[in-house]
């Protein structure tokens, strides 16, 4: 480990520390995007691109939005308002030294781990038919964890539904008309930006198979560019979703459930692939679930059922 490494994990530690101690809620999220930024220069750093790319267009950036936006829709605290614990001293300590050892645990229990020469991914690629896919990591979530990655898109998919039955003054609040919408910047921003998005998200999509990306990285490039142009008031709302967004909301976890089914009877096992399609099934789950993806994230944005195109 050189400097740069030991100043970079002592700063991941203190911005994850200033979070959750900082009083005001604005700051707090502002350093909470710091550290998804660079937790995922850590991940590049350690020759995890895929994990990058996810925590730098997930975590940092359009969660960073969504909780920029209800931070605006709940209203900053007056001046000199600091917002108090609700917990009392005593438990706020035991959940510390709680937390405390049970991070200890981990680290012990990872300690003890056997280390193994080969990572997952080269595993995963002696182990899944070629020629399924060249990147291991996709490998690893469409054969080996397709379960995880199933219930990891059918809950982002019950998150849409959860603000659709809310039905709360902050949704109302969130889609309100924008300031910031007739701004000389805005304009400017789209007409540079969110082509680049466009293009940018359908090739990490493509790229995924091959190279770093995939569904989840892609996804989530997309869903920026439609938040860029929600926020230049391009793209507005609607108190209904059409069966149309209705279909690609789920088209995703379909494919992937449907595909798992429709070869039972022939692999003799869920979600297991024929050598001579296996490609091309990963590749057609691959892309239904970035439409998916794309589609819950800019909702969750909206916090509206539907989108509809606004004429500039």
């Known amino acids: 480990m050189n400097l740069f490494d030991a100043l970079t994990a002592l700063l991941l530690v203190l911005l994850a520390w200033r979070c959750l101690i900082v009083p005001d809620l604005f700051r707090s999220i502002v350093l909470f995007v710091v550290f998804g930024l660079l937790l995922a220069l850590t991940w590049a750093r350690l020759d995890a691109p895929d994990l990058a790319l996810a925590e730098a267009a997930i975590g940092a950036g359009v969660l960073g939005v969504l909780l920029l936006g209800t931070w605006r829709a709940?209203?900053?605290p007056r001046r000199g308002e600091t917002p108090s614990s609700s917990l009392p001293a005593g438990l706020r300590v035991l959940s510390a030294a709680g937390s405390a050892v049970l991070a200890g645990a981990l680290a012990y229990g990872l300690h003890l781990l056997p280390g193994t020469g080969d990572g997952a991914g080269t595993l995963a690629l002696e182990t899944l038919p070629l020629p399924a896919?060249?990147?291991?990591?996709?490998?690893?979530?469409?054969?080996f964890r397709s379960y995880d990655t199933l219930l990891e898109t059918a809950v982002l998919l019950m998150a849409v539904v959860?603000?659709?039955l809310a039905r709360s003054p902050l949704l109302d609040a969130l889609s309100s008309e924008d300031a910031t919408a007739h701004t000389p910047v805005m304009p400017v921003l789209m007409r540079l930006f969110a082509p680049v998005l466009l293009v940018t998200g359908a090739y990490l999509v493509w790229a995924g198979a091959y190279t770093p990306g995939g569904a989840f990285q892609g996804g989530a490039v997309l869903a920026a560019a439609g938040v860029l142009l929600a926020l230049g008031r391009r793209l507005g709302t609607a108190p209904d979703a059409g069966w149309l967004l209705r279909l690609l909301l789920v088209l995703g976890v379909l494919v992937f459930i449907g595909a798992g089914l429709l070869l039972m009877p022939a692999q003799n096992a869920f979600m297991a692939y024929p050598e001579r399609w296996a490609g091309l099934i990963m590749h057609l789950v691959e892309y239904t679930l970035a439409v998916s993806i794309a589609?819950?994230?800019?909702?969750?944005?909206?916090?509206r059922p539907g989108l509809r195109g606004i004429s500039g």
């Not at 896919?133 to 054969?143: E, K, W, Y």
């Open 295 to 303: 589609l819950s994230l800019l909702l969750l944005f909206t916090g």
């Open 162 to 164: 959860g603000t659709w």
């Open 74 to 76: 709940l209203g900053s």
């Open 133 to 143: 896919t060249g990147q291991p990591v996709t490998a690893v979530l469409l054969d």
